[in-house]
């Protein structure tokens, strides 16, 4: 499992997590702050 595999250190796994769920957070925080610069530092 990559979670598990990411809290272990294992840096590709994480890599992979943020690969996944970076378009979903940014629109996600885009729709909360109404600023593009502002989602890309959540993110």
Known sequence: MLIEAA????KKAFE????RYHN???YTALGILRSG???LDVC
């Open 7 to 10: 809290k272990r250190g294992d």
């Open 16 to 19: 992979s997590i943020v690969d």
């Open 24 to 26: 979903e957070l940014y």
């Open 37 to 39: 610069w502002d989602a």
